[in-house]
């Protein structure tokens, strides 16, 4: 049985960083392709990064590209997104995915395996 585990989450000021984990189990991330969602109360879920790794493959969205960095640890099976410079408009529950269809994807529907979500809130 495949379960994602996130942590991480937490109330933050604007400026500041956290950083996301996503620890597997029942699932090896080694050669698949995972990613980080979002979504904010009232908003549609959108793909903020995702790596395929294979070859350490990266992808984000504009509103994230510079300051978000996905990135995984064979040895702990876990992924990552270490998240500086927040924003307010970064406030969202987010979620990682595994096992993607379509290789590097920003598209939820390309998604087998979800976790439970932690919530990310940066205040002004």
């Known amino acids: 049985q495949v379960q994602l585990v996130e942590s991480g989450g937490g109330s933050v000021q604007a400026g500041e960083s956290l950083r996301l984990s996503c620890a597997a189990s029942g699932y090896t991330y080694s050669s698949k392709c995972m990613g980080w969602f979002r979504q904010a109360p009232g908003q549609e879920r959108e793909g903020v990064a995702t790596i395929c790794t294979t070859y350490s493959h990266t992808y984000y969205r504009d509103s994230v590209r510079g300051r978000f960095t996905i990135s995984t640890d064979s040895a702990k099976n876990t992924l990552y997104l270490q998240m500086n410079s927040l924003k307010p408009e970064d406030t969202a529950m987010y979620y990682c995915?595994?096992?993607?269809?379509?290789?590097?994807?920003?598209?939820?529907?390309?998604?087998?395996?979800w976790g439970q979500g932690t919530q990310v809130t940066v205040s002004s």
């Open positions: 995915a595994a096992e993607s269809t379509y290789g590097l994807s920003l598209e939820s529907s390309a998604y087998k395996y």
